[in-house]
């Protein structure tokens, strides 16, 4: 079983930035893409950014590109969301996730298996 741990969030002003931590308790962290997810009320979960077990490849969704960056530690267990330049826009609720993928389709939601609790971002203007 794969416990996913969110940390950071919280408000910040538009232009700011903010730190988002996921700590995994499992064994074999190493062998699972992680990735970011986002919600807004009303809106359907979408894809944030994701990256690959050795950390080798990472994907953004379009509108976060040049301002968010993902990383890891395998050593630590750990999967990081360095967001910068923030935007109202980004306001959301942020989930940590977990997948056996094979293939490159990192953003497709139903492959994840294992989900986080959401941390809350707001960005006020």
């Known amino acids: 079983q794969v416990q996913l741990v969110v940390s950071g969030g919280g408000l910040v002003q538009a232009g700011g930035s903010l730190r988002l931590s996921c700590a995994a308790s499992?064994?074999?962290?190493?062998?699972?893409?992680m990735g970011w997810f986002r919600q807004a009320p009303g809106k359907e979960r979408e894809f944030v950014a994701a990256?690959?077990?050795?950390?080798?490849?990472?994907k953004y969704r379009d509108s976060v590109k040049g301002r968010f960056t993902i990383s890891r530690d395998n050593a630590k267990n750990t999967v990081t969301l360095q967001m910068n330049s923030l935007r109202p826009e980004d306001t959301a609720l942020y989930f940590c996730?977990?997948?056996?993928?094979?293939?490159?389709?990192?953003?497709?939601?139903?492959?994840?298996?294992?989900w986080g609790q959401g941390t809350q971002v707001t960005v006020s203007s």
């Open positions: 990256i690959s077990w050795s950390g080798g490849l990472s």
């Open positions: 996730a977990a997948g056996s993928i094979m293939s490159r389709d990192y953003e497709r939601v139903a492959l994840y298996d294992h």
């Open positions: 499992v064994d074999t962290f190493s062998t699972y893409v």
